[in-house]
């Protein structure tokens, strides 16, 4: 089975900066893609940022210039340094991985979810 952990949520000021980390393990065939997605209570869950294996790039318009994802070489963690961040940021953040658990089977994998709060 494969496994996400996230670290680094918590309160933050407005205009402050967060960096969360998530890192794979297991049954790790493959990696395709990983990403951080958010979540507020009674909403739903939509994409923050995404990187591919081949190095491609994908943000929300809402935190263009302002989020930041990032891999290790093996691309088994994955990052997201948040600045300026606002009280519109305050979500659950979960990870994502597009992983193959062998050669011919993948499936999205989660994260628990790190909590984020920006707030006065």
């Known amino acids: 089975q494969v496994q996400l952990v996230e670290s680094g949520g918590g309160l933050v000021q407005p205009g402050g900066s967060l960096r969360l980390s998530c890192a794979a393990s297991?049954?790790?065939?493959?990696?395709?893609?990983m990403g951080w997605y958010r979540q507020a209570s009674g909403k739903q869950r939509e994409l923050v940022a995404t990187?591919?294996?081949?190095?491609?790039?994908d943000y929300a318009d809402s935190v263009k210039g302002r989020f930041t994802i990032s891999t290790d070489s093996a691309m088994n963690t994955v990052y997201l340094q948040m600045n300026s961040l606002t009280p519109e940021d305050t979500d659950v953040y979960y990870c994502n991985g597009k992983i193959y658990f062998s050669m011919t089977e993948w499936n999205d994998f989660w994260g628990q979810g790190t909590q984020v709060t920006v707030s006065s």
């Open positions: 297991g049954s790790i065939f493959a990696i395709v893609a």
């Open positions: 990187i591919n294996r081949g190095g491609g790039i």
